[in-house]
């Protein structure tokens, strides 16, 4: 097993062939100028243009240049855990494969980090796309500063640097590739927010769209009331399941006691009101175990390889 770098790229792409030998000859050199031992970790998220056979390439030619390609298109976030879960560095650098992130600006979010952060974010100051993807992201940066609680310009920048425990600390799934900075914060990390170079996509076409916007605030709510609730969902419906089964419980006791004094025993509305709280209650307190296992399966979550290039220790 090789030593462990200072320092991992992790680069999802989809549908990226074209860009990748480019991309790898700017990290290379941002890299060596950096001066720390590094590696780059390449995450085919089940592309269909040849871009598995890019990274093999890449691979071939250095050893520092890890990868992996998944048995089909799982999404960014699934991506991103599979390039963390790979990643040996004790920093974390991640960005895309469309060339529109410059590496030579690493040093900009090191000394960031170095100021104490644990995870700093870009900011696409000037962006270089049009503006049916501008507009959106305006709106939708400032709902999540709102929702999230920390104040970012840019929170969908896939350039960022991380400190190792933030990217072993926090869960991606679904959409929420776009929420690591709120899911960080919640967890107790400090997050910081440089502004970066943007530079226009050369290669392929934007996979942004509308659905997947939608998307993202879903998945948001669903992260802030998970992250609230600590990722005990059993403490939040059982709670509320218990409350309902204890009224309903008293109720029941109240007309057996009266049963038990003579009274004649009949179906009144406030008894049946008791038998549906109690059946509220133990519907409450299964959403919070079903909700426990869903958690559970999420937090184990590897997603199946097709192909792996310098890994053998990682196998």
Request: aromatic share 12%; net charge positive; hydrophobic share 50%.
């Given at each position: 097993m090789?030593a462990?770098?200072?320092?991992?790229?992790?680069?999802?792409?989809?549908?990226e062939?074209?860009s990748?030998?480019?991309?790898?000859r700017?990290?290379?050199?941002?890299l060596?100028?950096?001066?720390?031992?590094?590696?780059?970790?390449?995450?085919?998220d089940?592309?269909?243009?040849g871009?598995?056979r890019?990274?093999?390439?890449?691979?071939?030619?250095?050893?520092r240049?890890?990868g992996?390609?998944?048995r089909?298109?799982f999404?960014k976030?699934?991506?991103l855990?599979?390039?963390?879960r790979l990643?040996?560095?004790?920093?974390i650098?991640?960005?895309?494969?469309d060339l529109q992130d410059d590496?030579a600006e690493l040093p900009?979010l090191?000394?960031?980090?170095?100021?104490?952060y644990?995870?700093?974010?870009?900011?696409k100051q000037?962006?270089?796309d049009?503006?049916?993807?501008t507009l959106?992201s305006?709106?939708?940066n400032?709902v999540?500063?709102r929702?999230?609680?920390?104040?970012l310009?840019?929170?969908?920048c896939?350039?960022?640097l991380?400190?190792?425990e933030?990217?072993e600390?926090?869960?991606?799934?679904?959409?929420l590739?776009?929420f690591?900075p709120a899911l960080a914060h919640?967890a107790g990390?400090?997050v910081?927010e440089?502004?970066v170079?943007?530079?226009?996509?050369r290669?392929?076409?934007s996979?942004?769209?509308a659905?997947r916007?939608?998307?993202?605030?879903?998945d948001?709510?669903s992260?802030?009331?998970?992250?609230?609730?600590?990722?005990?969902?059993l403490?939040?419906?059982?709670?509320?399941?218990?409350?309902?089964?204890a009224v309903?419980?008293?109720?029941?006791a109240?007309?057996v006691?009266?049963?038990?004094?003579?009274?004649?025993?009949?179906v009144r509305?406030l008894m049946l009101?008791?038998?549906?709280l109690?059946?509220?209650?133990?519907q409450?307190?299964l959403?919070g175990?079903?909700g426990?296992?869903i958690?559970?399966?999420?937090a184990?979550a590897e997603?199946p390889?097709?192909r792996?290039?310098n890994?053998?220790?990682r196998?």
């Open positions: 090789s462990a770098p200072a320092i991992s790229v992790v680069v999802p792409a989809y549908n062939a074209e990748l030998a480019e991309l790898q700017e990290l290379a050199a941002a060596d100028a950096f001066g720390r031992p590094w590696e780059v970790v390449y995450v085919d089940g592309s269909r243009d871009t598995d890019a990274i093999e390439a890449l691979a071939a030619a250095d050893p240049v890890r992996v390609s998944l089909r298109n999404g976030s699934a991506a855990a599979t390039g963390f990643a040996r560095g004790a920093w650098m991640t960005m895309d494969a590496p900009k090191a000394a960031k980090l170095e100021e104490g644990d995870l700093v974010s870009g900011w000037k962006r270089r049009p503006w049916t993807k959106p305006r709106l939708f400032a999540t500063s929702v999230a609680g920390v104040r310009h840019d929170f969908n896939g350039f960022k991380y400190r190792r933030v990217a600390s926090v869960e991606v799934y679904g959409e590739h776009r690591v919640w990390f400090r910081g440089v502004a170079h943007h530079r226009p996509r290669y392929g076409r996979k942004f769209g659905a916007f939608v998307n993202g605030f879903l948001l709510l992260a802030a009331f998970i992250s609230t609730s600590a990722l005990k969902p403490h939040v419906f059982g709670r509320v399941g218990l409350a309902f089964f309903g419980a008293l109720e029941g109240w007309f006691a009266q049963w038990a004094m003579g009274e004649p025993m009949r509305p009101i008791g038998a549906t109690v059946l509220l209650g133990f409450f307190v959403m175990l079903l426990e296992m958690a559970n399966l999420r184990r997603y390889v097709r792996r290039w890994l053998e220790d196998a």
